[in-house]
């Protein structure tokens, strides 16, 4: 039992370069998520999957995309990167509902755009 | 308007001492749910607790228990008997409905433990 897994763990791209994220969990959670992480900000929502087939936006998504065709795997595309990408990026997924709640987190992704 | 507040930006502590991090909220659907992660420097997220609107008492998990106070929408983080690798960032976090399985974070609480 993995968890929750990123690849890769460190990326360095140019303005206008597009790539992928790519982020899967083995514990057949339904709900997914992304977020990045900037100084000072905590964490914020980019777009998250309740299960496959099934993406909604958070609440910072312009600039990425999405697609969850498996329960297992969720990638975020960067469609032509920016310098205000520059960040942390933890994908995460959920399990639980009402009074019972537990998120895990992979390990994160750290890109820069130069 | 949802949202975490956490206005320590960095505490300390000395070893072995018991530490509460702050944590306010707004969400104005009586169903929602708390959460504390730990960040060490390492960059992970890690789970630490969580507390649910309904939950009669408070939730507690080894050395650490949420003081929940609902009235003065407070979720407060109490570290029991520090320990050195207890310094990390703190990370106040809401589900503000159990509607949704969306999170929002506080900006967060450096904790820094000294012998």
């Known amino acids: 039992n993995a968890g929750v897994t990123q690849t890769p763990k460190f990326q360095v791209l140019k303005t206008g370069q597009s790539m992928t994220l790519q982020c899967a969990q083995d514990?057949?959670?339904?709900?997914m998520s992304w977020y990045r992480q900037d100084p000072g900000m905590g964490l914020r929502l980019i777009h998250y999957s309740v299960g496959a087939g099934i993406t909604d936006q958070g609440e910072v998504p312009n600039g990425y995309n999405v697609s969850r065709s498996t329960t297992e795997d969720f990638p975020l595309r960067l469609l032509s990167a920016a310098p205000s990408q520059t960040s942390v990026y933890f994908c995460a997924s959920t399990i639980g509902g009402g009074s019972r709640y537990e998120q895990y987190f992979g390990p994160g992704t750290r890109l820069t755009v130069t | 308007a949802q949202k975490i507040t956490q206005t320590q930006p960095g505490m300390f502590v000395q070893e072995k001492e018991a530490v509460t991090l702050d944590c306010t909220y707004d969400?104005?659907?009586?169903?929602?749910?708390l959460f504390w992660y730990k960040q060490p420097s390492s960059g992970e997220m890690i789970f630490l607790i969580y507390q649910g609107s309904y939950d009669q008492q408070n939730a507690t998990e080894g050395r650490y228990s949420l003081n929940f106070q609902k009235a003065r929408k407070s979720a407060n983080l109490v570290i029991s008997a520090s320990q050195l690798g207890d310094s990390a960032m703190y990370f106040c976090?809401?589900?503000?409905?159990?509607?949704?399985?969306?999170?929002?974070f506080g900006t967060g609480t450096r904790l820094q433990v000294f012998p």
């Open positions: 976090a809401m589900r503000a409905s159990y509607n949704t399985d969306k999170l929002i």
């Open positions: 514990m057949n959670h339904e709900y």
């Open positions: 969400t104005s659907d009586p169903s929602y749910g």
